[in-house]
């Protein structure tokens, strides 16, 4: 039992043991190579030179990127390091861009590494062809005419082989894949790595600003390269052209952990502070010789002059800025949106509720006329009741009556003022004495009158009492005698006015 425990226990120790060994073993030192890369910014100088590399052909060099072809026909360019590695196993990024304003662009860019620096102007992409090395080639342009470029493919010469540009080297490529990387919206990104005789590219499609979004494009073992080589880029244009642009080349060499270089901290750092300062030195010389050729600058402090280039930072912060202007135009175009949709509904509303209320009118006129009417569904909107619409139309019967009859009392005020008005105008005397005074005082006058008589003839029937006399005059006689009592007094009055007023007129 004991025994048995024992083993069980040893056993897993040797396990763990060898699994800790092999990934030991699988792990690797990686060592940045800065003579070997180039990134932006400064990336060139301004005497147009790339630190510890040399361009030709039509390449040019800039303070962002390398052009290593522009977009012109039949152009050449490349671009090598000027020393040779000191390490066997490496690892390069290379960030570029290939861009054209054709469907299709030619011809290509290649990279390379081989045991001798090619040629500026040559025939492979615009190097050497018989190299002795690997090349690996973006090519853009589509020699065979069998539908499959662009196309990523690695091919390793031992200086003899010439490559065969009417098939896209199909028949020599160790391995490749169909790869778009023409006219992407961010640089298109390959990770070529070569450890332990194993070559694996990963290539970055240029649709994400993603730095992890590789993907496999090849991996070929048993990859013998030749020792101490150079890296270099070339590219080549032909009847049709488009820019080829790297960005970033950026070399770390590989190490298993084991056989990792052990350089004293001390002596690396005392090259590197040599190596700045010689370039401080450089590019202060660069800025005198800057100012003794444009004077015009004088006035400038060399402070101002920096001022033109941006570092990461702030381009970052650039970046971030117009990400932010992009999501707060997005953002009002949105808002400006909703406010039409929101307008167009309630013009829909209003429309709606003014039909319904069409409606509601419409039903009670049936039913006034005795059909029985539809009833409309208004709970879910807030709009005019029938009893209300009744209300409102008994109303406006109301007010068109009273307004006709305010129209008549108008029109018969309007004919009695005429009527005044004529009878003025048939006044002699601009005096107005209303008729009506007199015509009372005469009608109170003929009162008085009659109250007289009635009084005399109750004294006279009180002076003969036994009720009945058969002397006296009836009533009816009386009242005719008043009668025309009465009239002889009316028509001295009106001689009288005749005659005031024919008076009056000699005055
Ligand atoms: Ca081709
Ligand atoms: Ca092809």
Redesign the pocket.
Known sequence: MGTRSYVLFYVLVYVLNSVVNNIYGALVHRKFEYKYSFKPPYLAQKDGSVPFWEYGGNAIASAENVRIAPSLRSQKGAIWTKSPTNFDWWEVDMVFRITGRGRIG???LAFWYTQNKGSYEGDVFGSSDKWVGLGI?F??????NKHN?P?IYAMVNDGTKQFD?QN??LTQSAAGCLRDFRNKPFPTRARIEYYQNTLTLLFHNGMTSNDQDYEMCLRVDNIVLPKNGYFGISAATGGLADDHDVLHFLTNSLWPVDQAPVQSASEEQQRLAQEYQEYQNKLEQQKQDYRKEHPEHQGKQPEELEDWFESDSQRELRQIFQGQSQIYDVLRELNRKLDEMVGRQERTLSLISMQQQAAAVGGQAQQAGGQPSQAIPTGYIDTIRRDEVTTLFNNQNQLANLIKDVKQLIATVSSQADKIIINQSKQPTAQIQPMGYDMQSLVAEMRDGLNHVKQNVAQFAAQRPGGTCPSCVSVTTLLIIAVIQLAIYLGYSIYRDNKDSHYKKFY
């Open positions: 030619a011809d290509g080639f090519d853009s342009f589509d020699n065979d470029n196309y540009h896209d080297g």
